[in-house]
T-cell receptor, first 113, second 111 residues
Framework: GQQLNQSPQSMFIQEGEDVSMNCTSSSIFNTWLWYKQDPGEGPVLLIALYKAGELTSNGRLTAQFGITRKDSFLNISASIPSDVGIYFCAGQSEYRGAQKLVFGQGTRLTINP | ETGVTQTPRHLVMGMTNKKSLKCEQHLGHNAMYWYKQSAKKPLELMFVYNFKEQTENNSVPSRFSPECPNSSHLFLHLHTLQPEDSALYLC??????????FGQGTRLTVV
């Protein structure tokens, strides 16, 4: 089946540092998504990328949809304590009117104050 | 609050029990999904419904039985589960061509 490789698996940083994580796939996706999940909660959508080469920002978050449609990265600038959590990338494809998501393994972000 | 509500949030059940998970969305979306999240594994798609019709069953064992009576409600009926079925079960919904929104999940423990 389709698989996404997300790296790094975990990050330990100081508050105020910038963060970068990425996802690669052997398959092409029409949409790339980035979600954040807090403990005991469901994933919350951070950024959606619908076009190859697209660079999109959401506050301190910036994500890009790779030109080959097989990769994406997420950057977080000037990290703060509430950025702690697990970040997931997901490749989305359309199938019979619905969206099928393939998720990466997640990047666990820990911030030292 | 994402507009997708799951109940219960936590469930403990024995292997011989029958229980149901419920999901409701108030977003007017046409598609609803069940995902399973186990420790140390990526989220796995289980079932997809589009306008109440099942369009995907990702080789899920028959002890998991989905039901979608309308575009706003989705159920997952559980019976004779195994301890390895313990996981976070997530419901999601989406509109055609747009990204999916997730509920908060049901933490299921099978004892």
């Amino acid at each position: 089946g389709q698989q996404l490789n997300q790296s790094p698996q975990s990050m330990f940083i100081q508050e105020g540092e910038d963060v970068s994580m990425n996802c690669t796939s052997s398959s092409i996706f029409n949409t790339w998504l980035w979600y954040k999940q807090d403990p005991g909660e469901g994933p919350v959508l951070l950024i959606a990328l619908y076009k190859a080469g697209e660079l999109t920002s959401n506050g301190r978050l910036t994500a890009q949809f790779g030109i080959t449609r097989k990769d994406s990265f997420l950057n977080i600038s000037a990290s703060i304590p509430s950025d702690v959590g697990i970040y997931f990338c997901a490749g989305q494809s359309e199938y019979r009117g619905a969206q099928k998501l393939v998720f990466g393994q997640g990047t666990r972000l820990t911030i030292n104050p | 609050e994402t507009g997708v509500t799951q109940t219960p949030r936590h469930l403990v059940m024995g292997m011989t029990n029958k229980k149901s998970l419920k999901c409701e969305q108030h977003l007017g979306h046409n598609a609803m999904y069940w995902y399973k999240q186990s420790a140390k594994k990526p989220l796995e798609l289980m079932f997809v419904y589009n306008f109440k019709e099942q369009t995907e069953n990702n080789s899920v064992p028959s002890r998991f039985s989905p039901e979608c009576p309308n575009s706003s409600h989705l159920f997952l009926h559980l019976h004779t589960l195994q301890p390895e079925d313990s996981a976070l079960y997530l419901c999601a919904s989406s509109q055609a061509g747009r990204s999916a929104f997730f509920g908060q999940g049901t933490r299921l423990t099978v004892v």
